[in-house]
């Protein structure tokens, strides 16, 4: 097993992602509310079963997109069956990415990462790759849990964002995280 299979979470640990108490704690909707307008186009980086995913889709609502990506084609495959069958459906593109690449081009003007930067071995390159996504003033949301991610961890992340072309906007409060908002500038 890779150091990077040890790093990320299961799928068969995907139920513990989507709970009602977490819901309570972290409702999408009132975390994402002031970034995500109607019509945009959103990055959801990592996006697990779709736990972000559903409210994204239904806060763009019918001309805005979501684009759920996720390195693992069972996560994908929870989100898939969630959307089936639903309005959301033709709001949200699903796409697999590698361990060490999005590979997806497509312009968006917003990126969600909620809990999942410090699963990723070289964040730089991450950064830099948003950074090509991203258009022009868009942003980059990091959420990263508490017990995983130190200051001085939290510090770096952010100290990358800001080598790639990203400036802090802002530090939102998300109850018991380390967030940043940023900026792409360059």
């Known amino acids: 097993m890779s150091k990077r299979s040890e790093r990320i979470c299961p799928v068969e640990k995907a139920g513990s992602l989507d709970t009602k108490i977490r819901r309570w704690l972290q409702n999408p909707h009132k975390i994402l509310k002031p970034y995500i307008k109607e019509g945009i186009t959103v990055l959801d980086f990592g996006c697990g079963p779709g736990f972000f995913t559903l409210a994204l889709a239904q806060m763009v609502r019918e001309n805005g997109k979501v684009i759920a990506v996720d390195l693992q084609e069972g996560m994908l495959q929870k989100l898939k069956e969630k959307i ?103």
């Open 84 to 186: 089936e069958g639903t309005e959301l459906e033709n709001r949200i593109t699903m796409h697999k990415c590698e361990e060490d690449k999005i590979g997806f081009t497509e312009k968006v003007d917003f990126v969600l990462a909620f809990y999942v930067v410090h699963e990723i071995p070289n964040q730089q390159k991450l950064f830099n790759e948003l950074g090509t996504i991203l258009k022009p003033n868009g942003k980059l949301f990091i959420v990263e849990p508490p017990f995983h991610v130190s200051k001085k961890a939290f510090a770096e992340t952010i100290k990358n964002t800001n080598t790639a072309g990203f400036a802090e906007v802002e530090r939102p409060k998300v109850i018991f995280n380390k967030a940043v908002l940023l900026k792409k500038i360059a």
